[in-house]
Each structure stands twice: as structure tokens, then as C-alpha cells.
């Protein structure tokens, strides 16, 4: 198993806030790997440091081997690191297929080539099937409901083949149908080789989805391993529950 | 192009073009050539601040920018004996005003916005202020003459009028080709969420940058189409907050971010406003008129008049389409998505 992130001793301080502090930690290929821990344990901020929304004040990320230098969310998601947001972000006014075909991980030339390329529509539209929005590709995507928009941001992240997917609360805010639905469509791309990294509060999806699972608390690591073994951590019990 | 849009453009520049050639008298024509000056500006903003959603206020600047090029270049200089040489020289000051562009966007750019827009009005501002006071290069409040053309006096306004024609097929070419390719998605994508679209890819400040030279770009030709019509210029028509105000009013009107809308909203503004200046203009009460026409499409038309009218026309489609089919029909086969993409077809 080769590692594909690298998280070396990071920090980052808002102000007077060290959100994270000192947190190195590691991301095998082809696992779907979990991090969690109590409200603003720094989960989001590490995730806008690794996809280079933000700069770390020190440390270093190093994906599948090398060191990012700039941060670029751009050059990253086209170097196979995709992520989405939490709160679902999409394109409304875009229609569905659209909303996937600007996520193509474009080169310069794409800008002066035709709106919807063969190839990228092909592929869109495959992703559209398998995510089950096949019958609203020519819709704006400002018709769905929250979790297709959940499900449209996951597919659409999916177009540049990345190496390594971040989800940051796939599941938030979503009906319990969705999120079987949601953890169907992580483990069919797992089965097929893409490595997850994923941010989530629903622990029973986590336990069950995630493994390793790292815990975070106050912006550093206090636990990583497999989800029996963080499950049994003191020091797990301890931040979720307190003294 | 679909037919009917090649159909729509053939006869739309066909009848321009025909326009001068049909009708002598000079006020018509010259009001044909305030039109187009302010079609094409409104078609070039809508670039940058229809599709890239970038709501600049600072264009005029660069069509005073390019008015004052034409003039200093010209101004101890011949036209030459056909009058043409200051329309050739079109494409270099449309290229200088670009690449003055890149430089201003790539600082103004980095604010978003109603802050890119008091940036952009303070470049506006800046640039004015510049015109009045260098002295040696623009004359000051003393304004700056170029020679004047020695055209025909019964068909004066005609080859300013056709030249202008161009500049907005060529803004309108521009459109029709960003809408149709990957920059048009790319900018729709920044104009929606800027910060996402860097996430997936898409190459957010270049394809902003190259919108927004483009559109100064062609801005300051038409300034400089302008410099040579009324041949004497000054800083405080040369650099207008009201040409600036003008332009994007036109683009809310007709419809922001698509082909016909800003040159829709032109063609009716630009001929109201000489209306209202004509009948009312002794009292003054002519600018309140212009204001109330603005308000009240505003309020019934939020969106403009073209996006506007183009949703009520799918919502009754859907309608009556929904009326005819069996009543299980799924709502997802109706006809919403038949021309979906709002903004393109």
C-alpha cells in the first residue's frame, strides 16, 4: 500500500485561534479514510489547507509523494485531488450536465473548443446515469433537491478522475434514504479504486464506511486506527464526551 | 448556430447596414450612431459583467482611453484623403486598451462584487482626473481636436455609422462564440460561485482576465470611433460616469449574460432617452420619465427583458404541454429542458 497524502506537523492560526495545531497524519491509496471529532476540532480548516483554500501558517502536505509548494485549488484538482463542500455547492443556474462538464479538470485549450466536448459529455452523461440524475441533465440544477445537489456535486468532482476524493459531510442535511444512497455510490467507486478522504458526523456511517478512521480534537490528532480501535480510545471518549 | 439564429443575425445586421443607405435625414442617421456606440458598449460590458458577473463600473474610462489615443495620434496628423486612416488604426488602439486592461484587471480583479464595482468607478474617477490635468497630452478642460473627416456632407454619419456596425458584430460575434465554448461555461461558473469553480479546475483567473481585456478592449474602440465623430473631445465627455451609468443600465434592461439582451435594451434606451430629451427635455422632467421607464421594467422584469420574457414563455409551454399529456407523465420529460441552458440558446 502506497500513501497518497501526507500531513506533516500543520498549523494554522486565525488570530489568536490556532485551529490546527501541529497535525501530521497519512492517507493510504485505495482505503476510504475518516476524519472526525467534536464540533471545531479543525476538520474543515485541514481540508481548505490540503485542497489549497488556505495556507498553512507551517508544515507540509506532500500528495502521492510530492510536496505542494503554492496553494492552487485549481492545479490541484486538476493533479486528482477533488473535494466538495458542505453545503452542497452547484451551479443553479447551469443545467445538470453542465454542472459536470465545467468540472472536466480543463485544460487552456478547452476554453476555446466547444462548450460541450464529445467526450466530456459521454462521460458526463455516464455519470449522470449511474448517479441516477440522468433525467434531469437539461434542467438547471437550481431545480433539485438538496441531497441530488449532494449527489450532482459528488458526480461532478468525479469528472477529472481524481486519485483521491474529499467529502466533506456527504450525508449532512440529507434524509435517510439519501444516505444509503450516498454510501452506495462511495463504496461502488471504492470497489473501482478511487481513495476517499471524508468528513463526517454521522458516527454509525463513519464505523461502518471508514477505515482508518483519525480523530481530531483541538486541531491535532489524538487517535487514529481502525473504528473498534478509536471506538475504544479514551482519549476519543474523552473529547466527544469530556471529563 | 441554429437556423433561426443565423436567420435573427442576418436580418438584424442586414436592416442596420441598410438603414443609412435608406434614410438621409442627418438626425436619424446620427441617432443611429449614439445607438450603436452604446449597443456595442452595452454588448462589450455584458462580457465581463454579464457572463463573468463582474459588475464593472469603470468602462467608460477605457472607452476615454480610447478616444484619447485616437485623438493624440491624430491630432497633428492627416486622416488621409479617403478619411480612413483612423478606422484602421482601430485594431491597434482595441489591442493597446486590451493589454491596459490585463494590467488594471489583474488588480481590480481581485475584489469581487459591489467592491470591484467602487473599484472599477474610482479607475473611472482616476482617469478622468488624469484627462483634465495632463495638460500636455490631453489639453486639460481645453479638450484635444483631431482633424475632420472629409466625407461626403450629404452622407456624413454613414461610414462612422458602418464601422460601428462592425464593432457590434464583432462584440456580438464574441458573445455568440464565449457562450458556445468552454470560456462561456467557465465564466457562468465564475459569475455563480467563483470559489468552487477554483475548485474543480476551472482556470478562474485567466478566463476572467481574458473577458475583461476583451471587453475594455473593444470599449476603446468604440471611443476612438467616437473621438473621431464629434472630433473634439473633452475629459468630462470623454471619461462619463453616465456613459459608464448607460451601458450597464441597457444590460440589466434587455438581460445580462445573453447575446441580444444588452444590444435589446440599447436600442430601446438610447432612442427613449432623445424621445423624452425632445419633449420634455425644457423642464428637465425628461430624466425623472427616463427613470420611472427604468424603475418600473426593473420591478416587472427583474431579470431582463429577454431572460424574463423567455421564462414566462417555457412556464407556459410546460404549461399547456402538461394540460395535453397523460396525466402520469413524469414531470421530468416535460418540456423545461428542451432549451434548457437559460442562458444560451
Keep these: 500500500m502506497t500513501t497518497l497524502l501526507e500531513v506533516e506537523h500543520l498549523t494554522k492560526r486565525f488570530g489568536g485561534v490556532t485551529a490546527v495545531d501541529d497535525c501530521s497524519f497519512a492517507v493510504e ?3 476510504i479514510t475518516g476524519l472526525i471529532g467534536p464540533n471545531g476540532s479543525g476538520k474543515t480548516t485541514v481540508f481548505n489547507l490540503i485542497t489549497g483554500y488556505l495556507r498553512a501558517d507551517s508544515g507540509r502536505i506532500l500528495f502521492s509523494g510530492r510536496p505542494l509548494t503554492k496553494s492552487d485549488p485549481a492545479a490541484l484538482y486538476r493533479a486528482g485531488l477533488s473535494r466538495t463542500f458542505q453545503q452542497a455547492r452547484i451551479f443553479p443556474r447551469l443545467c445538470a450536465l453542465d454542472n459536470l462538464i465545467v468540472a472536466a479538470g480543463h485544460s487552456w485549450h478547452s476554453l476555446f473548443a466547444r462548450r460541450r466536448g464529445r467526450d466530456d459529455s459521454r462521460r458526463a452523461r455516464e ?10 441533465a437539461e434542467h438547471p440544477a437550481g431545480e433539485l433537491s438538496y441531497g441530488q445537489r449532494k449527489l450532482l456535486e459528488f458526480a461532478s468532482v468525479l469528472m477529472s478522475e481524481p486519485r483521491l476524493v474529499l467529502l466533506d459531510e456527504p450525508t449532512a442535511g440529507v434524509n435517510p434514504t439519501l444516505v444509503e444512497t450516498m454510501e452506495r455510490h462511495i463504496r461502488r467507486r471504492h470497489a473501482a479504486g478511487f481513495s476517499f478522504l471524508i468528513v463526517e458526523h454521522d458516527m454509525s456511517l463513519v464505523m461502518r464506511l471508514c477505515d482508518p478512521v483519525i480523530v481530531l480534537d483541538r486541531g491535532t490528532r489524538i487517535a ?6 478509536v471506538r475504544a480510545d479514551p482519549a476519543v471518549l474523552d473529547a466527544y464526551l469530556g471529563q | 448556430m441554429s437556423r433561426a439564429g443565423v436567420l435573427r443575425a442576418l436580418i438584424f445586421f442586414g436592416l442596420l447596414t441598410a438603414l443609412p443607405f435608406a434614410v438621409t435625414e442627418h438626425w436619424i442617421v446620427n441617432l443611429g450612431v449614439f445607438t450603436l456606440i452604446y449597443a456595442g458598449l452595452a454588448s ?23 478616444a484619447y489615443a485616437e485623438a493624440i495620434y491624430f491630432q497633428h496628423r492627416g486622416v488621409g484623403a479617403n478619411g480612413l486612416l483612423p478606422f484602421l488604426a482601430l485594431p491597434v488602439v482595441g489591442a493597446g486598451v486590451a493589454v491596459l486592461g490585463l494590467a488594471v484587471g489583474w488588480i481590480a480583479m481581485r475584489t ?10 474610482t479607475l473611472l474617477f482616476v482617469v478622468q482626473t488624469l484627462a483634465f490635468n495632463l495638460n500636455s497630452l490631453t489639453g486639460g478642460s481645453q479638450g484635444i481636436g483631431m482633424p475632420g473627416a472629409p466625407f461626403d456632407v450629404d452622407s456624413y454619419e454613414r461610414p462612422f455609422y458602418l464601422v460601428l456596425v462592425l464593432l457590434l458584430a464583432l462584440s456580438m460575434g464574441i458573445t455568440w462564440a464565449a457562450l458556445h465554448s468552454g470560456a462561456g461555461l467557465s465564466l457562468q461558473a465564475v459569475a455563480a460561485d467563483e470559489e468552487r469553480a477554483r475548485g474543480i479546475g476551472v482556470h478562474v483567473t485567466g478566463v476572467k482576465l481574458l473577458a475583461f481585456a476583451v471587453s475594455v478592449g473593444i470599449a476603446g474602440m468604440i471611443g476612438a470611433v467616437w473621438a473621431y465623430y464629434v472630433t473634439f473631445i473633452y475629459p468630462q465627455f470623454a471619461v462619463d460616469p453616465l456613459i459608464t451609468i448607460g451601458m450597464v443600465l441597457m444590460a440589466y434592461l434587455g438581460g445580462r449574460g445573453t447575446l441580444w439582451g444588452p444590444v435589446l435594451g440599447a436600442f430601446i434606451l438610447v432612442p427613449a432617452q432623445q424621445y423624452l430629451a425632445y419633449q420634455y427635455g ?6 425623472i420619465a427616463y427613470a420611472a421607464v427604468f424603475l418600473l421594467i426593473m420591478l416587472l422584469l427583474p431579470r431582463g427583458i429577454l431572460p424574463s420574457v423567455g421564462h414566462l414563455m417555457r412556464r407556459r409551454r410546460v404549461v399547456t404541454e402538461r394540460a395535453s399529456e397523460e396525466p402520469d407523465q413524469d414531470a421530468a420529460t416535460t418540456g423545461i429542458g428542451a432549451d434548457g441552458g437559460v442562458m444560451v440558446r
Design chain 2, 112 to 121: 469581487r462584487s459591489d467592491v470591484f464595482a467602487i473599484v472599477t468607478i
Design chain 1, 127 to 136: 455519470l449522470l446515469d449511474e448517479f441516477g440524475l440522468v433525467a434531469h
Design chain 1, 224 to 229: 487514529a486506527g481502525s473504528p473498534d480501535a
Design chain 1, 29 to 31: 491509496q485505495g482505503t
Design chain 2, 282 to 287: 425644457a423642464t428637465q422632467l425628461y430624466l
Design chain 2, 44 to 66: 462589450a460590458w455584458n462580457l465581463v459583467g454579464g457572463l463573468a458577473g463582474y459588475p464593472s463600473l469603470g468602462h467608460a474610462a477605457f472607452f476615454g482611453a480610447g
